[in-house]
């Protein structure tokens, strides 16, 4: 079991400042899930709280105040768009990673739309959950394969003229570091591919995850809207 | 009697079918049945056609004629029990319909007794208050009406429908008073029962429009359970059965953890697969082709497919290299799991199946292994496609396969 440190007692440090591993809620309404990825995850976070509801995930996050959310994209009570939305309007700091087992294009675009840095599915292993956990702490954008998979399909579309050609289109290093991403690269061998740094590769992921959030390409808007998200 | 023969209508067929007597369908000779499918209209145009005809005479010799002269259909159909199953319930005669025209002539031959000939305005009238008095009667056909205000087209047709059918009502029946000269006489009656009606309309519109209400929310009710039903069916049928195996193989985790996977794709592929033809593009095929393999390996498969396109004979080809891989990488490469993406662009169509396993030389294999060298490499090659690989020892492999698009006509 990992630990579960007394609320506030140590928000003098965040991880952003350095001080040692990322403070994290989880938000699932699966109790089993939520224990199992705490055990998983170990030593590499400290989770500071757990929910299993919009409501009590919104309380417990403001009174946490943690460095990342774990967001369940399915949750009794609005979901997790519901969350971000509550959430990231008095406490735009903190960062969500949504985790699901969903592989439906509306609820990924969705749920990353509505604010959440990150997608990754369930079946991820604790290793590769703790290092997202960590790049998304950091500022970064986690996207895994499938996610890349849905922006490059929901980009790639060219059938309307883009309204804002620098936020409804990629550029074709984001298309390509997109495609390794899609292909099962993880960032640092992508970069060797592509010979550019790691660095670079974040910031190409971090762009395209910008036009995500704020493009109204078509495509997007439809998935969001599919299931009123947005 | 319109609607008991508008599903009577032979299969449309792409050629015009040859002129036979129909057996199925037939009310009498199967003549006009078996016209009525050559020509490609409705029986009952053919059907009416025969009885206005046979006013002069020259119906019924046409009748007899074509009775003799024209072939009965084989009975082709001997060989397709589905489709003689389907057609079960329209075999032998229908009884009703054959009243009902039986009916019809009965009628036409009274009028004409009563009015002496087609150009008597009285009998058009009557003609017209009956026509629409059968298309209001239609309307209230449960059965019929349903099929109409399930959609809003079909809501608008049934107005017209009911507004013509009034209208023609209307028309004959003043017609007639006007023609019988009993129009004024008739006002002051005509005026107390408008007024009536529309008393009645008053009274009884909001009750009708609660039952209308009350209607819609049983049937969006009734939909709503057959969904549930078939939710409920599918959950027991695969879940629970899958939940059961698994209880009964707990010793074996291989095996649990396969029989979860194969689950999990199938509840998948249930809940978010778009409805597309399954065999027919890429994605869905690629998708198919490693869920195959993993059932078989046993070693979970992770497809992202962006775009699609239909299958051709290269793509074919394309997806049999692929499952090569696919299989390859689950033998050899001693990995948990394995990345296959496909990309469809307007050129050319890829496909990448990767793994972090163990690697290998290439120039050290031997000539006489088929799996590389001739699924794969060779296979592309001939397809008009190419295939690389790239690997070495402990660093994993990624097979890219790349395959031209034929333009679509």
Not at chain 1, 158 to 175: F, G, I, K, S, Y
Not at chain 2, 32 to 43: E, K, N, T
Request: with cysteine; glycine share 10%; aromatic share 6%.
């Amino acid at each position: 079991m990992g630990r579960v440190r007394g609320v506030g007692d140590d928000s003098s440090t965040t991880f952003s400042d350095g001080g040692g591993v990322p403070r994290v809620v989880i938000v699932d309404d699966h109790r089993l899930f939520r224990s199992g990825v705490r055990g998983e995850l170990g030593d590499a976070v400290d989770v500071v709280g757990e929910a299993g509801d919009v409501d009590s995930a919104v309380q417990v996050i403001e009174r946490a105040q943690p460095d990342l959310v774990l967001l369940d994209v399915h949750l009794p009570g609005g979901g997790g768009v519901e969350v971000l939305r509550r959430v990231l309007a008095r406490n735009p700091q903190i960062r969500f990673l949504a985790l699901s087992v969903s592989d439906a294009a509306e609820d990924v675009i969705g749920v990353v739309r509505g604010g959440a840095r990150g997608y990754v599915t369930k079946t991820i292993s604790g290793r590769e959950l703790a290092d997202a956990i960590v790049r998304v702490a950091d500022g970064d954008a986690v996207f895994s394969p499938r996610l890349a998979g849905f922006v490059l399909d929901a980009f790639s579309a060219t059938d309307a003229p883009p309204v804002d050609p620098e936020l409804d289109r990629l550029t074709q290093r984001e298309r390509e570091v997109l495609r390794h991403i899609a292909r099962g690269y993880a960032y640092k061998e992508v970069a060797k591919e592509l010979f550019i740094s790691v660095k670079t590769v974040e910031t190409h992921v971090s762009s395209v995850l910008r036009k995500l959030q704020l493009s109204n390409r078509h495509e997007l808007s439809r998935w969001a809207t599919a299931r009123r998200l947005v | 009697m319109d609607k008991a023969s508008g599903d009577r209508v032979a299969p449309a067929a792409d050629e015009t079918p040859r002129l036979t007597r129909a057996i199925d369908g037939r009310l009498l000779g199967g003549v006009a049945a078996g016209l009525a499918r050559h020509l490609g209209v409705d029986p009952v145009v053919v059907r009416l056609a025969f009885m206005a005809l046979s006013v002069g005479g020259i119906g019924i010799a046409v009748y007899v004629a074509l009775f003799f002269f024209v072939p009965t259909e084989e009975a082709e159909r001997e060989d397709d029990p589905a489709a003689r199953a389907a057609d079960g319930r329209r075999k032998g005669r229908d009884i009703s319909q054959l009243v009902a025209y039986v009916g019809l002539a009965a009628g036409l031959g009274f009028l004409f007794l009563l009015f002496g000939g087609v150009f008597d305005p009285l009998l058009w009238f009557v003609v017209f208050g009956t026509l629409g008095a059968v298309i209001l009667w239609q309307q209230a056909n449960p059965g019929q009406r349903d099929e109409w205000m399930t959609s809003t087209v079909g809501r608008g047709k049934g107005l017209m429908r009911a507004g013509a059918g009034v209208l023609l009502v209307v028309v004959g029946v003043i017609g007639f008073l006007v023609f019988q000269e009993q129009l004024q006489n008739a006002r002051a009656g005509l005026t107390f029962a408008f007024t009536l009606l529309a008393g009645v309309a008053l009274i009884v519109a909001p009750w009708i429009v609660g039952l209308v209400r009350e209607r819609d929310a049983e049937r969006r009710e009734r939909i709503r359970n057959a969904e549930r039903a078939e939710l409920a069916a599918h959950i027991h049928d695969s879940v629970l059965h899958t939940l059961t195996l698994i209880q009964r193989r707990a010793e074996d985790p291989r095996e649990v953890q396969r029989l979860a996977r194969v689950q999990e794709r199938a509840l998948r592929s249930w809940l978010y697969q778009r409805p597309a033809d399954a065999e027919t593009t890429v994605s869905p095929a690629l998708e198919r082709v490693a869920a195959e393999v993993e059932e078989e390996h046993g070693i979970p498969i992770e497809v992202v497919c962006v775009g699609d396109c239909p299958v051709d004979d290269g793509l074919h080809a394309m997806l049999r290299s692929a499952r090569e891989a696919m299989v390859n990488a689950s033998k050899y490469a001693g990995t948990d799991t394995i990345s296959v993406f496909g990309e469809v662009e307007p050129e050319e169509v890829l496909v990448f199946v990767r793994d972090r396993g163990a690697g290998f030389d290439l120039d050290a294999i031997p000539e006489d292994r088929m799996g590389v060298r001739g699924s794969i490499l060779g296979r592309m090659d001939r397809h008009g496609g190419s295939a690389r690989i790239r690997t070495a020892p402990g660093e994993g492999t990624e097979v890219q396969l790349r395959m031209p698009r034929i333009p679509q006509m």
